[in-house]
């Protein structure tokens, strides 16, 4: 996966630098939030531990693992962080729980291709268009 995450943000930073101005920072907005959304949306249920447990942090992630929350509140969350954002800030997307790995290595017939490299590639897609 860490290939597909070198790609996605070399791919980004070179479309992020053709934009200008206040643009870019509602580009920045736009990818980090599609993504994460994505991404949460793809994540098997179970418990809802694991998708309730995406994170968004700009600058610094968060390495906690965070109680039982809803979707909504998990989205919340990630727009507070998204009204921090600046240009080229750095995005942290990530998932602390303890088995987050498997899911993204296929381990649930409910997401048997993971979530993160599957949308990694949709949005390099997304962007080529």
């Known amino acids: 996966m860490s290939t597909n995450v070198k790609e996605f943000n070399a791919f980004m930073r070179a479309a992020a630098e053709e934009i200008e101005g206040p643009k870019l920072v509602t580009f920045q907005k736009k990818v980090a939030l599609d993504t994460f959304s994505r991404i949460a949306q793809k994540t098997p249920v179970d418990t809802g531990l694991a998708a309730g447990n995406w994170q968004l ?8 693992i965070l109680p039982l929350r809803s979707a909504g509140e998990r989205d919340v969350a990630a727009l507070t962080q998204l009204a921090k954002m600046f240009p080229f800030a750095i995005t942290y997307l990530n998932n602390n729980t303890e088995y987050i790995s498997y899911l993204e290595d296929g381990y ?9 490299a599957i949308t990694l590639l949709e949005m390099q897609q997304i962007r080529e268009a």
Request: proline letters at 6%.
């Open 108 to 116: 649930s017939k409910k997401a048997a291709h993971g979530m993160v």
């Open 57 to 64: 942090h700009i600058e610094t992630p968060n390495y906690d």
